[in-house]
């Protein structure tokens, strides 16, 4: 019999239980033992829940008006997101993996792949070693799932939660266990397959992760692609997947989002798209990129009763990254598209037509932004050092009507020193 864990190289993937609520709980001991909830931009949804809120039968997205009674009635503690704290916990949890393993490759905010090399029998002892420091370091426990390939790393760590294996970490260390494990899980937990593909696999008789990984693999490439034809090849064990990084150049950079309430003046949507302008511009800069074409959308009321997107569009030649002449921009767009009177739900800019700045091509008349880019690069470095939001232009304070709800928010325990706790002593 084949001994997995004798191979070379083997990928660990570590993800925090429950990222959010752990998130929450790391800094407030109070409710570390009651039932927790997230919801969305604006208090809509419930978008993270812990386990006790699972077993009440809360599903994931249930919109919050549905579950207000029921939380008040079964004392759950809810909270707004909280991008910022929950970005630095991100980046805590992230550091603590780069103790253990030189190979860190991130891939969501509160999940990363390992690959080790010439642990042997001795990498379930070091993975549980990892997942301790983790507890000990961020406050947030963690699951570890280790096999030969991504796919089948993902599986082991589903059954690391589920259930509940000591120290957190099981590893898939022989083809018979490999085998007992995809019998248990359904075809449409197999990562990258989802409901809707797994419907379709049940016409071909395909049910479990097993029936999948010893499907005929040409007829599966012949009616699926190539796409599931690596997941099949992942779950038997030969490694095929590779993950885009995260840092790597984007051809759109979008920022948007809802209203806190609906607003009917131009001052008070213009601040909105001011502030997604130099987010994105921020983002743009990250990436050392210029554009050369923005697009603003807003999503207004119709007299009808439904919602219309309305856009309009700056071109840039040569293309640029100067924050002043985007929100110039995206001021004339929203001009062209914006009716008084109407009602407005939410904004968005798009920057495309992207290019690197030291390729782009120069002016034909050698017309220059040197001295805005100089501007625009000192905004992104004071906003780096001191948080978002640190020094934008006047148009983004116009007004903060725009400013979605979060009226259950806790306090940026990390990033923010007026928020810090205050101890006192009689």
Same mark, same amino acid.
């Given at each position: 019999?084949?001994?997995?864990?004798?191979?070379?190289?083997?990928?660990?993937? #570590?993800?925090?239980?429950?990222?959010? =609520?752990?998130?929450?709980?790391?800094?407030?001991?109070?409710?570390?033992?009651?039932?927790?909830? #997230?919801?969305?931009?604006?208090?809509?949804?419930?978008?993270?829940?812990?386990?006790?809120?699972?077993?009440?039968?809360?599903?994931?997205?249930?919109?919050?008006?549905?579950?207000?009674?029921?939380?008040?009635?079964? &004392?759950? =503690?809810?909270?707004?997101?909280? %991008?910022?704290? %929950?970005?630095?916990?991100? $980046?805590?949890?992230?550091?603590?993996?780069?103790?253990?393993?030189?190979?860190?490759?991130?891939?969501?905010?509160?999940?990363?792949?390992?690959?080790?090399?010439?642990? *042997?029998?001795?990498?379930?002892?070091?993975?549980? /070693?990892?997942?301790?420091?983790?507890?000990?370091?961020?406050?947030?426990?963690?699951?570890?799932?280790?096999?030969?390939?991504?796919?089948?790393?993902?599986?082991?760590?589903?059954?690391?939660?589920?259930?509940?294996?000591?120290? &957190? #970490?099981?590893?898939? *260390?022989?083809?018979?266990? /490999?085998?007992?494990?995809?019998?248990?899980?359904?075809?449409?937990? =197999?990562?990258?397959?989802?409901? /809707?593909?797994?419907?379709?696999?049940?016409?071909?008789?395909?049910?479990?992760?097993?029936?999948?990984? $010893?499907?005929?693999?040409?007829?599966?490439?012949?009616?699926? &692609?190539?796409?599931?034809?690596?997941?099949?090849?992942?779950?038997?064990?030969?490694?095929?997947?590779?993950?885009?990084?995260?840092?790597?150049?984007?051809?759109?950079?979008?920022?948007?989002?809802?209203?806190?309430?609906?607003?009917?003046?131009?001052?008070?949507?213009?601040?909105?798209?001011?502030?997604?302008?130099?987010?994105? +511009?921020?983002?743009?800069?990250?990436?050392?990129?210029?554009?050369?074409?923005?697009?603003?959308? #807003?999503?207004?009321?119709?007299? *009808?009763? &439904?919602?219309?997107?309305?856009? +309009?569009?700056?071109?840039?030649?040569?293309?640029?990254?100067?924050?002043?002449?985007? $929100?110039?921009?995206?001021?004339?767009?929203?001009?062209?598209?914006?009716?008084?009177?109407?009602? %407005? /739900?939410? +904004?968005?800019?798009?920057?495309?037509?992207?290019?690197?700045?030291?390729?782009?091509?120069?002016?034909?008349?050698?017309?220059?932004?040197?001295?805005?880019?100089?501007?625009?690069?000192?905004?992104?470095?004071?906003?780096?050092?001191?948080?978002?939001?640190?020094?934008?232009?006047?148009?983004?304070?116009?007004?903060?009507?725009?400013?979605?709800?979060?009226?259950?928010?806790?306090?940026? %325990?990390?990033?923010?020193?007026?928020?810090?706790? =205050?101890?006192? $002593?009689?």
């Amino acid at each position: 019999m084949k001994r997995w864990d004798l191979q070379p190289t083997q990928i660990a993937l #570590v993800d925090v239980n429950n990222f959010y =609520v752990s998130s929450e709980r790391a800094f407030d001991p109070a409710i570390r033992r009651k039932p927790v909830a #997230v919801y969305s931009n604006n208090d809509g949804c419930v978008i993270a829940r812990c386990a006790e809120v699972k077993a009440m039968g809360v599903k994931m997205g249930v919109p919050v008006f549905e579950v207000r009674q029921l939380f008040k009635a079964r &004392g759950v =503690v809810t909270r707004s997101s909280n %991008y910022e704290l %929950y970005h630095d916990m991100s $980046t805590r949890f992230t550091a603590s993996l780069e103790q253990f393993c030189p190979e860190v490759e991130q891939y969501s905010i509160d999940e990363s792949f390992l690959h080790f090399h010439g642990f *042997g029998e001795q990498l379930s002892e070091h993975c549980q /070693r990892l997942i301790a420091a983790v507890r000990q370091w961020t406050s947030m426990p963690c699951c570890a799932g280790i096999a030969p390939t991504r796919t089948l790393a993902k599986a082991a760590n589903h059954f690391a939660k589920t259930l509940g294996v000591p120290g &957190g #970490v099981l590893q898939i *260390g022989s083809e018979y266990h /490999r085998q007992q494990l995809l019998q248990q899980m359904p075809a449409g937990e =197999v990562w990258g397959v989802g409901r /809707r593909l797994a419907k379709r696999l049940a016409m071909l008789d395909i049910h479990t992760a097993w029936d999948l990984a $010893t499907a005929h693999v040409p007829t599966i490439r012949k009616a699926f &692609g190539v796409t599931l034809e690596r997941t099949v090849r992942e779950l038997q064990g030969v490694s095929c997947i590779e993950l885009a990084p995260l840092d790597q150049a984007k051809h759109e950079i979008v920022s948007g989002r809802m209203f806190g309430r609906l607003l009917t003046q131009f001052e008070d949507v213009m601040a909105a798209v001011a502030n997604h302008v130099q987010l994105a +511009a921020e983002k743009l800069a990250a990436q050392d990129g210029v554009t050369g074409r923005l697009t603003t959308t #807003v999503q207004a009321r119709e007299s *009808g009763g &439904g919602w219309r997107h309305l856009s +309009a569009h700056a071109e840039f030649r040569p293309a640029t990254k100067d924050t002043q002449a985007l $929100t110039a921009a995206a001021r004339r767009a929203l001009n062209e598209v914006f009716v008084a009177g109407r009602e %407005y /739900r939410r +904004a968005s800019v798009c920057f495309s037509a992207l290019e690197r700045a030291q390729e782009q091509q120069d002016d034909l008349f050698g017309i220059t932004n040197d001295g805005k880019d100089r501007l625009t690069d000192c905004l992104a470095d004071i906003n780096r050092r001191f948080g978002r939001g640190g020094a934008v232009l006047a148009s983004a304070r116009l007004s903060d009507e725009w400013q979605m709800k979060r009226e259950h928010l806790s306090p940026a %325990y990390t990033t923010d020193f007026r928020q810090l706790p =205050v101890a006192r $002593t009689e």
